[in-house]
Nanobody, 115 residues
């Protein structure tokens, strides 16, 4: 079983920055595809950014150039640096780990962008 625990959410003003972390209970960050998803009220969960086991990254068009995904294999932790935040970035952000057909999710952390 894999447990994922997110942290770092909160309230920030438009244009501000936040950094999210996702700590894994096992040494999976170096082996699995890890990703950040988000779900805003009334909307479907969507992919924000993903990083593969070999470090390849991809991003949703809406966050390209503003968000950066990274990971520390030794710490079994994945990160999401979010800059130039916009009100439309407001959502619950979820950490995801995927290995073939298997997936695990964190409990989510709220990010609110508001003045």
């Amino acid at each position: 079983q894999v447990q994922l625990v997110e942290s770092g959410g909160g309230l920030v003003q438009p244009g501000g920055s936040l950094s999210l972390s996702c700590a894994a209970s096992r040494s999976i960050v170096s082996l699995y595809t890890m990703g950040w998803y988000r779900q805003a009220p009334g909307k479907q969960r969507e992919l924000v950014a993903r990083i593969t086991n070999d470090g390849s990254e991809n991003y949703a068009d809406s966050v390209k150039g503003r968000f950066t995904i990274s990971k520390d294999n030794a710490k079994n932790t994945m990160y999401l640096q979010m800059n130039s935040l916009k009100p439309e970035d407001t959502a619950i952000y979820y950490c995801n780990a995927a290995f073939f057909s298997l997936q695990w999710w964190g409990q989510g952390t709220q990010v609110t962008v508001s003045s």
